[in-house]
């Protein structure tokens, strides 16, 4: 395993005043003792730092470092649920052996018959299509479906593409890309085309029933190497292919992998972690999570089960919440969707807007953050802010924040320049 040190800060931008976490992906020998220099707190590859000057400040830790822009104003923590629509789809009511599923490829929701993977039914009308013959625990993601040792379906036309025989004695189910496999055997990870062809093989040591994650630069997966010191870890390939390089190395287990576009996510004890690979900032968000399902990841924009004191809800870091009596489990977003297990329903909550602010992981400042009472959460950027949004089926119209209230600025568009925070709004 290689032993580049990275540091990653839970915000790169925070304001003046606002405590933040630094973590240092570690792999030498533990328990770490590291030099740390220009924070308040530390404990091993973890610490806090609360700036108290503006501009910028650096962190430096075993070689490794992270610079901070500390802002003069942060907007408020709180997170507004996004109004939704929600329908049941009976089609998928019918139970499976593998309870990450029903679960969403893209537009399709998979579904079971006699207790496996047997069909695909577009979310939003159309030909469903059957897999044939019907698969247990399957590899989807937003790409596709694929099946060890028969192929898979791509999930934007629902095109074949036949496997090659592979008789590997796999441990969960396989990640999948838009161009690869990942498939985890006790002693390796292994990556295949989706059409065959040469596979490549590195040695670790994955833990069993966590999927790997594939995304456009980044292969991820749950390693138990050194699960007597640290419990279970995130490994990444790294960008040579040839080792495996540390994610996250820390105290308790992270686990149930995730990756989307240029973002990667995990699940730690009390909080749930979107990291995004280009800069190595990393949103943490605060959750009794207790996921047995696994965690979705749509761009930054993560879903898990959260425990609220009573029961199970379906949440989304973006604010898109599915809630009521009983559990609803099981979330898989896609765009505007969330497909969750309301007790012996298959539901799909459906966003009637989606909301950006000035910190939101899409956007990107061209100036210093301030406050002001008007602004959508306290703050907003007088120099601008550019959004680079993502695609959306459907119509939807663009709306943006001015003096305290939402302005319609035209068809959606996926970039936009805007001072404070811009609402997606979807067309009846």
């Known amino acids: 395993m290689d032993t580049l040190s990275q540091a990653h800060a839970e915000r790169l931008d925070p304001a003046l005043g606002q405590t933040i976490q630094i ?32 501009g910028e400040a650096v962190i430096r830790v075993d070689g490794a470092q992270v610079v901070l822009d500390v802002q003069p104003a942060r907007n408020r923590p709180d997170l507004l649920p996004l109004p939704i629509g929600k329908r049941q789809v009976p089609a998928a009511d019918h139970a499976c052996f593998d309870p990450r599923f029903p679960k969403l490829s893209g537009p399709w929701i998979l579904a079971c018959e006699g207790g496996k993977v047997a069909v695909a039914l577009p979310i939003q009308g159309g030909e469903e299509r059957t897999l044939e013959p019907p698969v247990e625990s399957p590899g989807a993601s937003a790409e596709g479906v694929y099946a060890l040792s028969r192929g898979g379906w791509k999930s934007q036309d629902w095109t074949w593409h036949p496997g090659k025989a592979a008789p590997l004695d796999a441990i969960a189910p396989v990640g999948v890309g838009s161009e ?64 495996a390089q540390v ?21 730690e004890s009390h909080f749930v972690v979107v990291q995004d690979l280009r800069t190595g900032e990393r949103r943490r968000y605060p959750s009794d999570t207790h996921a047995a399902t696994g965690l979705s990841l749509w761009g930054p924009v993560a879903c898990w089960e959260h425990w609220n004191g009573q029961d199970v809800d379906a949440v989304c870091s973006d604010g898109l919440i599915a809630d009521g009596p009983g559990h609803q489990r099981a979330p898989s977003r896609y765009q505007g969707w969330m497909l969750y297990r309301d007790g012996e329903r298959t539901m799909v909550a459906t966003a009637t807007e989606l909301v950006w602010d000035d910190d939101d992981p899409r956007a990107q400042r061209t100036g210093p953050r301030v406050s002001a009472s ?26 943006q924040w001015k003096d305290g209230a939402w302005v319609q600025s035209g068809p ?17």
């Open 23 to 54: 973590d240092l992906a570690y792999a030498g020998p533990w328990p770490a003792a590291l030099s740390w220099e220009g924070v308040d707190q530390a404990d091993g590859t973890r610490a806090w730092v609360t700036p108290t000057l503006l």
């Open 180 to 243: 690869e496999v990942a498939v985890l055997t006790r002693d390796a990870v292994i990556l295949m085309p989706w059409d065959a062809g040469h596979r490549r093989e590195l040695p670790a040591a994955p833990a069993s029933w966590y999927a790997p994650a594939l995304s456009e630069s980044a292969v991820l997966w749950v390693d138990r190497r050194d699960s007597a010191w640290t419990g279970l870890d995130v490994l990444r390939l790294s960008q040579d292919g040839r080792s």
């Open 247 to 267: 994610l996250v190395r820390a105290p308790g287990d992270q686990v149930h992998v995730a990756a989307s576009e240029n973002w990667v996510a995990w699940v």
């Open 374 to 399: 008007s602004a959508y959460q306290g703050a907003y950027v007088p120099g601008g802010v550019r959004y680079t949004l993502p695609d959306l089926e459907g119509g939807w119209t663009l709306e």
């Open 412 to 428: 959606y568009v996926h970039d936009f320049m805007a001072q404070d925070a811009v609402r997606a709004v979807r067309i009846p």
